[in-house]
Structure formats: C-alpha cells, structure tokens
C-alpha cells in the first residue's frame, strides 16, 4: 500500500498537494484540527485535501503559503494541479498570458475566458461534467484557474491592452441560462469602459468575410514579439512561427476593419442584455 502512495503522489498532483500539506503541517507539530482553525477551513476539508480527495482552490493554496510562510510553493503545486486536466500547449501559452502586453483574441461560440464572469464559466465547465468528460473536481478546478488568470490580467499594475473579437453567436447563446447570461452581458458593458479594454461584435450578416474558422489567441510580449495560439479539439498550440503569426496578425487587422465599431458593438451587447430582461 506503501508503494502505491509514492507512486500516485508522483503521477497525481492532488496527492503532491496534499503530501506537502501533510508534511509542512507536521513539521510544525500541528494536527488537522489546529490547521484548519489556522488557515479558517474545516478539520474535515484538510483531511480530504491531504488525501486527494477534495478539489483545492487557489485561494486555500494562497491561505497556506500564509499560515506556513512557505512563499508561493502551495500556489506552485495549486497550478500543476490545475494544470493536469489542460489541453496540450495550454500551460505555455498562459505562462506567456500572464505577462504580455498586449492581448488579442477572436472567439467564435462562447466568451473568452479572459473577460467571463466565474458564474459563465462555471456553466460552462458543469456541462462538461454532465457530459462525462470531467469530474465535478475538476470543473471546480478550471474555473479556479480561470480566476487567477484573470487576476494576473486585470488586476496586475499597467495590466495589458485587451482586444476581444466575438462573434455574435457569443451574445446570442445564453450560456448557464438567463440570468447568468444577462450577468456576463453587463460584464461585457463593464469591461468595456476601463481604457484597457476594447470589445468588438463580428455580426451574423458579416458571414464569409470572417477571416478565422476558428478561435484564436495573439500575444504582444514584453520584447514586442507576437507569438499566437489556436486550439483543435484535441490539443492547443502555441505557434511562434514569425511568418505565420505575421499572416494571422494581419488577418486579425482586418477582421477589426470588418466588424462593429466599438461603438456598434457596445450597443449590441447592451440590447443583447436588456432582451434577457
């Protein structure tokens, strides 16, 4: 049974997790009990979490860095563990998001995760669960990740320039249902008033024109390189290519060219919005 444990806690990052709660927290002499009334959580909840058996937020790895003065080692584990269930190229392509400068992105079905309420995208990863590709775990974890993608784009100091491009299939779909739906709406209306935030519609009526068949992700880094990034069904891609992010840069300029102004599309989103109501 013993050898079983080291090798889940090597190939699960639940298990790593929890091996290195239960190891600091026996370092300092603690039990369970005195743990959870430390960080504020149930007695119970960390002995789930030492044994892999609960999902785990960011913000408890946040309180256990905290109460262990560990720097960010909890947080560290807390993103390979949210990272397990992630498309090939994914984990990439957010390490560059959290520090570009500029961010540019065309979504085709539903709002991009940068700009979703948690509420949406919570809606989004339940279906999946009711669809049997993940466990309930791993929705809770996912949206989680989204969270802290989101802090380290909009709260972080001189946060990147934002550009989203949405297809209006993105305001017409009424994900988690009316009043999720109408929730992310106003978001939307939000959003697009910081100075960092531009939001454009792609219209139904633009058909062929659309230069994308697929969503897609361009990236301006801190020393001005464009790297892109697109996904299939089965596996991400972060695309470095310099000719080729060049031809879906240039693309992207004329789909800009293509769509509502922001103006337009801010109106669209709004009367998207008040038809919920």
């Not at 190939?11 to 239960?22: D, I, K, Q, W, Y």
């Not at 919570?122 to 993608?149: C, H, M, Y």
């Not at 988690?176 to 106003?186: C, S």
């Not at 693309?251 to 060219?257: A, C, I």
Request: proline share 4%.
């Amino acid at each position: 049974m013993e050898m079983e444990q080291e090798v889940d806690a090597v190939t699960s990052p639940a298990l790593r997790f929890g091996r290195e709660l239960s190891r600091s927290r026996e370092a300092h002499g603690w039990s369970q009990v005195n743990l959870a009334r430390r960080m504020g959580y149930s007695n119970g909840l960390i002995s789930y979490i030492e044994r892999g058996k609960k999902a785990i937020t960011f913000n408890f790895a946040v309180k256990a860095d905290e109460v262990f003065e560990s720097g960010a080692r909890f947080q560290q584990l807390w993103r390979q563990y949210s990272n397990a269930s992630l498309l090939e190229g994914f984990t990439e392509f957010t390490e560059e998001e959290a520090r570009c400068r500029m961010l540019r992105t065309f979504q085709l079905f539903v709002v991009p995760g940068q700009i979703q309420t948690l509420a949406y995208a919570a809606a989004l990863a339940t279906a999946a669960v009711r669809r049997g590709e993940i466990s309930q775990d791993r929705a809770d974890a996912q949206v989680s990740f989204l969270a802290s993608r989101q802090r380290l784009l909009h709260e972080r100091p001189n946060p990147p320039l934002i550009h989203a491009v949405m297809d209006e299939g993105c305001l017409r779909r009424p994900v988690g249902g009316r009043e999720v739906m109408a929730a992310q709406l106003a978001h939307l209306e939000e959003l697009a008033e910081r100075p960092n935030v531009v939001l454009q519609i792609a219209p139904f009526d633009l058909a062929e024109a659309v230069p994308f068949l697929r969503p897609v992700v361009l990236l301006t880094l801190p020393d001005r390189s464009v790297i892109g990034y697109a996904e299939s069904q089965a596996r991400g891609h972060v695309e470095r290519n310099r000719d080729i992010v060049a031809a879906w840069s240039r693309r992207y300029d004329l789909l800009q060219v293509e769509c509502l102004s922001s103006v337009a599309s801010l109106a669209m989103i709004r009367a998207a919005r008040e038809g919920l109501a």
